[in-house]
Antibody, heavy 121, light 108 residues
Framework: QLQLQESGPGLVKPSETLSLTCTVS??????????WGWIRQSPGKGLEWIGN???????YYNPSLKSRVTISVDTSKKQFFLKVSSVNAADTAVYYC?????????????WGQGTTVTVSS | DIQMTQSPSSLSASVGDRVIITCRAS??????LNWYQQRPGKAPKLLIY???TLQSGVPSRFSGSGSGTDFTLTIGSLQPEDFATYYC??????????FGQGTKLEIK
């Protein structure tokens, strides 16, 4: 059974870069028809899609975050990554990684448990 | 960008009630509409994809309908574990997914 696990620092200083890793276990990251993505949820707020990556490296970003976000993948390690530069308090959130499947009309059928990131000095 | 608008934003209901949550897209998205349930402190869970297809393992009291711009999520007979927040999400544009703002379902 496919599982996703986020990891990374829980505290990031303002103006620095937030870096998170999502590790895929129980399945392949290179299977056709799957996108791997990041979603975040600020305290008490709704879900915000950050972006997706395909195993080939093709990326798709939320235009509102595109200038500060980079998503990358290392298929050999079965990991994909999120970097958000120049963070501020508004980037404080729970960050989730998830799989979008063409089998599910690109609904996100597998999610990590989420990791809390706080931006504070 | 495709905007998704859910209504209501919150809803009070009792165990056994039938509830309907609606989601409207700012442009036609065909059937590329997914529904999620999120319980407090947990990751979202895919309930329905392609507007009306029940995800494996999801109880049959959940159903979805609609196409184009207007969609509904119906819970046939509320159970205690159904009190949660529900989100719609469009996947018509794989370049840019968007979520609705959420509907919080509370116990009356």
């Amino acid at each position: 059974q496919l599982q996703l696990q986020e990891s990374g620092p829980g505290l990031v200083k303002p103006s620095e870069t937030l870096s998170l890793t999502c590790t895929v276990s129980g399945g392949s990251i290179s299977t056709r028809g799957y996108f791997w993505g990041w979603i975040r949820q600020s305290p008490g707020k709704g879900l915000e899609w950050i972006g997706n990556i395909y195993h080939s490296g093709s990326t798709y970003y939320n235009p509102s975050l595109k200038s500060r976000v980079t998503i990358s993948v290392d298929t050999s390690k079965k990991q994909f990554f999120l970097k958000v530069s120049s963070v501020n308090a508004a980037d404080t959130a729970v960050y989730y990684c998830a799989r979008s499947s063409s089998d599910h009309f690109y609904g996100m059928d597998v999610w990590g448990q989420g990791t809390t990131v706080t931006v504070s000095s | 960008d495709i905007q998704m608008t859910q209504s209501p934003s919150s809803l009070s209901a009792s165990v056994g009630d039938r509830v309907i949550i609606t989601c409207r897209a700012s442009q036609s998205i065909g059937s590329s509409l997914n529904w999620y349930q999120q319980r407090p402190g947990k990751a979202p869970k895919l309930l329905i994809y392609a507007a009306s297809t029940l995800q494996s393992g999801v109880p049959s009291r959940f159903s979805g309908s609609g196409s184009g711009t207007d969609f509904t999520l119906t819970i046939g007979s509320l159970q205690p574990e159904d009190f949660a927040t529900y989100y719609c999400q469009q996947s018509f544009s794989t370049l840019m997914y968007t979520f609705g703002q959420g509907t919080k379902l509370e116990i009356k």
